[in-house]
């Protein structure tokens, strides 16, 4: 680490030990960079925003957050992209004492319904295309309904909530045990998992990061998620948004992204194995590679050793880390990409790394491996001591690191072993042509059976063969796709898979 990243660092730790809430910390830190730009949009638009304007934005929004008369923790339903206007918004209903609640749209109508009611929102913001279905949901009609960009009938344009600065009234800082976001995850059973963080748990989480992933002050992020943008917004960090939705970059135009990272002199980004793999993908397939880029982070999803050489081969320059968590407790483990590489082929999992400061981790069973517990300050527990049950199977090697093994309930038991199917996945993963890989067991294969997704133009011949060794009396099925999660496309969706293999009987 240099001693400017170094300075930087130890400033901002300071900045964000003396705040009392995330939102505060980011009004702070627009007044004070007020000159350097915030936002750089890289659409037709080519919008550019200087911290000083979000921070205009961020009142302006304070004010009209005010007029609506709501009482404070008032929750305020997001259903629109994440755009400068609506980081500015979410800053301001947080500064103010209200409570995000976000929702993954990508569910099925079941499980969108389900969390609707569950938000019992008071003021919901949606794009043009959720807000149409109001008339359909009791609980969108029993709230204040405001539209982002087309106008919808029946709903009041977003811009209304731009106020007058002048008008917004001064109000107690809001402190650590209230609500500041609540989520509703997908979830690939079941009903989705409502997820609530403390302001407290918020700004310990941004703590953590700038302490996991120190950053130059001259640093231009593209960021592969939104709570990244918030990151960025509360370190002083300019960030450049494609032209694509930071809630599900898999699916962004991967040639229009790396231009945006040329034309705009990107050094930093984040993103999901899936995203950062198909642009490494492409760069590779041309014979070239990106030396802008200095520093990438790697999470929502486990990253293999093939995948970590052709992010390093892509990116050549770059300090590539892969970074664990759960929205519970981001972050828990890191690791360079080097390591992963490094590591000993016969390693049973994936490399999720070591813990980071300020974490405990306990492993719940026997012989080293079991769920992984974790606990500190910006953790949510899931138990009255403060320990978070992650659901994740994991165990610690012999130098402190973490590997996953799997999720609680996905073991299955082949012949007179149970096999935690990541030791499987991990192995597969790194055979020549495998695109995919699941191991799961099901009506027709009780012992388990190994899913493969084959690359283009490879052999299926070859690529059983090779699969079928990595195990004794291993079954291998080909199909044409393993489903993922709607997300980041970096999680299998066992539940998915595992139906969509009992209906083809």
């Not at 918030?230 to 960090?237: E, P, Q």
């Not at 590779?284 to 929502?300: A, D, K, P, T, W």
């Not at 790194?430 to 294969?445: E, I, K, M, T, Y």
Request: proline letters at 5%; hydrophobic letters at 45%.
């Amino acid at each position: 680490m240099t001693a400017a990243s170094l300075d930087l660092k130890s400033r901002a730790a300071s900045r964000a030990d003396q705040a009392t809430n995330v939102a505060e910390l980011a009004r702070e830190t627009m007044a004070q960079y007020a000159d350097r730009l915030a936002f750089v949009i890289s659409d037709e638009s080519r919008t550019q925003l200087t911290f000083g304007e979000v921070g205009e934005l961020v009142d302006r929004f304070t004010a009209g957050l005010d007029a609506l008369r709501m009482t404070e923790g008032a929750r305020v339903l997001l259903l629109a992209p994440p755009t400068p206007q609506i980081f500015a918004m979410v800053v301001a209903l947080l500064r103010i004492g209200h409570t995000l609640v976000t929702i993954d749209g990508r569910s099925d109508a079941r499980r969108i319904r389900h969390s609707l009611n569950k938000a019992a929102a008071d003021v919901v913001i949606g794009s043009p295309r959720a807000m149409r279905w109001w008339p359909f949901f009791r609980a969108l009609r029993r709230a204040q309904r405001f539209t982002v960009g087309a106008s919808v009938l029946g709903t009041r344009p977003f811009d209304e909530l731009l106020g007058s600065p002048t008008a917004s009234k001064r109000r107690p800082a809001i402190w650590g045990d209230s609500a500041a976001v609540i989520s509703f995850s997908s979830g690939n059973t079941g009903l989705p998992k409502r997820i609530a963080r403390s302001h407290g748990v918020l700004l310990a989480q941004h703590r953590a990061l700038l302490d996991a992933f120190p950053l130059p002050e001259s640093d231009v992020n593209l960021p592969g998620f939104p709570l990244a943008v918030l990151h960025n917004l509360c370190r002083g960090t300019t960030t450049v948004l494609p032209s694509a939705d930071l809630r599900s970059m898999a699916g962004s135009d991967h040639e229009s992204v790396l231009r945006t990272i040329r034309d705009r002199q990107v050094t930093s980004m984040s993103g999901g194995p899936a995203f950062l793999g198909q642009l490494a993908t492409r760069l590779l397939s041309r014979g070239e590679s990106m030396h802008e880029v200095q520093r990438i982070v790697v999470g929502g999803g486990p990253v293999s050793r093939r995948l970590a050489i052709e992010i390093l081969a892509a990116f050549p320059l770059a300090d590539a880390r892969v970074v664990y968590g759960a929205t519970e407790a981001e972050p828990i483990a890191t690791a360079r990409l080097n390591e992963i590489i490094d590591a000993e082929s016969s390693a049973e999992g994936f490399l999720a790394g070591w813990p980071v400061s300020d974490i405990d981790v306990r492993i719940d069973g026997t012989d080293g491996i079991g769920e992984l517990l974790v606990r500190g300050p910006h953790v949510i527990p899931s138990s009255h001591d403060g320990w978070h049950r992650t659901g994740d199977i994991c165990r610690l090697d012999d130098r402190g690191r973490l590997w996953l093994l799997g999720r609680t309930g996905a073991e299955v038991q082949h012949g007179d072993a149970v096999i935690h199917p990541f030791t499987i996945e991990a192995r597969a993963a790194c055979l020549p042509g495998v695109a995919a890989s699941a191991f799961v067991a099901h009506n027709d294969a009780p012992d388990g059976e190994l899913m493969v997704q084959l690359a283009p133009d490879a052999s299926e011949y070859v690529v059983t063969a090779s699969a079928r060794a990595l195990v004794d009396n291993l079954s291998v099925r080909v199909i044409d796709e393993i489903p993922m999660d709607a997300r980041h496309q970096s999680k299998v969706d066992r539940a998915a898979l595992i139906r969509r293999i009992e209906r083809s009987r």
